[in-house]
């Protein structure tokens, strides 16, 4: 049905169409408003036989999440930013214990400096903790992932953080589909846990294993992954079938084909991309994109057999790698191997800088010369940074970098 909603609220909604039995909350912003959406579902009765638990941190939320999935129960919990920092121990032991817990993460940048705005480092900065990881491109398939990621999850018994646009979309009001209890129910059965404690029939999970098994463990852990790369597809094709309209999968090409210059990038601003490629393309550039919405497994030979007749690939990231440069192109060149295009590095949006549709024109058409950097930074102001690096040159005591380049500005620090 559709409703006129905040993006956050329709994924609360589709979260408690999925009969969670536990959820764990810890507000962080801007994830607070879906655990409160699920909150009040629980509160008023719309979701039967769930246990609501409010914990005293982001750890908590998550190591409580582990031992309800261990008992058997269907679990979520959500986070953002510091948050998922503050539960890496926890993030690394589900995914070690191969439990198929659920985690919204609403995308949002790690201080220092202090910042609450959109882009993908919080997300990066779990990319190998064995979690699966999809991102949203809007916010119906931010609802559609998450009824998508449960199945998922339970299917191959691994967990999966289903990754949107922090302010972007999870405030964002638009008009969504929200599926019917029904619908659902048809599409998601029952949890049966692979492994489950039971006082029956006892024994141990997450007991310490020694070199001379520790590694076919992890090799398991990195065959479920290999197995998902099969898995992920089938369920969209089900959905598909079942809802009637596209959402998930490993990529979503658009106009890719028969473009020279194909671009890549994650999440939300994929909108502003392929607003950006319909202009250019009505000039006549031959110019498409892929959206990546599982970014772990990576789908390498996906992305290769898309990408294969490009003559260059430019990657828009919302990370940064200090010292390294792009994560997501990182990935993207390991699916090139044996192909001789370039692919490009551009870092944009860091910190919720917009990513507006004339800065991506102008940098689309330098591509197209192949007139960039490796590494490319959109929209940087050079100025102020050659500024503060005289500073730090010209004396030892030059100061705190964030609040220099607040008064370099003109803001208060």
């Known amino acids: 049905m559709l409703h006129q909603m905040e993006g956050s609220k329709a994924v609360a909604q589709a979260i408690g169409l999925c009969r969670p039995e536990v959820v764990c909350a810890y507000p962080i912003t801007p994830q607070t408003h879906i655990v409160e959406g699920v909150g009040e579902l629980v509160k008023d009765g719309t979701i039967e036989n769930c246990e609501f638990i409010n914990v005293e941190s982001e750890f908590a939320a998550l190591s409580v999440a582990i031992g309800s999935s261990a008992a058997g129960a269907r679990s979520h919990t959500g986070t953002a930013s510091q948050g998922l920092l503050f539960m890496a121990e926890a993030v690394y032991n589900a ?24 882009d993908h480092t919080d997300s990066m900065s779990m ?33 999966v953080m289903v ?12 008009r969504i589909d929200v599926p019917e209890q029904t619908q659902v129910d048809a599409f998601l ?10 006082p029956a029939d006892p024994h141990s999970i997450g007991a310490m ?38 959402a998930g999968g490993l990529i979503r090409e658009y106009h890719a084909a028969d473009a020279e210059t194909v671009i890549v990038a994650l999440g939300s601003v994929n909108g502003t991309i392929k607003e950006t490629i319909d202009e250019m393309r009505d000039a006549g550039a031959s110019i498409g994109a892929i959206s990546i919405t599982t970014f772990r497994p990576f789908p390498l030979e996906a992305l290769r057999a898309a990408t294969e007749n490009a003559k260059r690939i430019v990657c828009i990231e919302k990370s940064l790698a200090p010292g390294m440069g792009g994560v997501v192109a990182s990935n993207v060149r390991m699916s090139q191997r044996g192909l001789t295009h370039p692919v490009y590095t551009v870092i944009a949006g860091l910190g919720g800088r917009p990513i507006t549709r004339k800065s ?13 950097d490796d590494l490319t930074f959109l929209d940087m102001d050079w100025e102020v ?22 008064k370099a500005r003109g803001m208060p620090s």
């Open 189 to 198: 059965p029952p949890f049966e846990p692979v492994q489950v404690l039971d």
């Open 385 to 406: 940074i050659d500024g503060e690096l005289a500073r730090s040159r010209e004396t030892r005591r030059s100061g705190p970098i964030a609040e220099n380049i607040l």
């Open 95 to 118: 995914a070690g214990l191969g439990l198929p817990i659920v985690m919204t993460i609403g995308n949002r940048a790690i201080g220092a400096p202090i910042n609450i705005w959109n």
């Open 360 to 372: 991506l024109k102008g940098l689309f058409e330098k591509a197209m010369g192949d007139a960039i």
């Open 209 to 246: 294993v020694g070199p001379d098994a520790f590694s076919e463990v992890r090799y398991l852990a990195h065959h479920k992954q290999l197995m998902a790369l099969d898995v992920i597809p089938e369920i969209a094709r089900e959905f598909e079938d079942r809802f009637g309209r596209a």
């Open 127 to 159: 990319k190998d903790a064995g979690w699966i990881q999809l991102f949203a491109e809007t916010n119906q398939e931010a609802v559609d992932l998450h009824i998508q990621a449960f199945k998922l999850a339970e299917r191959i018994s691994c967990p």
């Open 163 to 174: 990754c949107m646009d922090g302010f972007i979309l999870t405030h964002a009001y638009e």
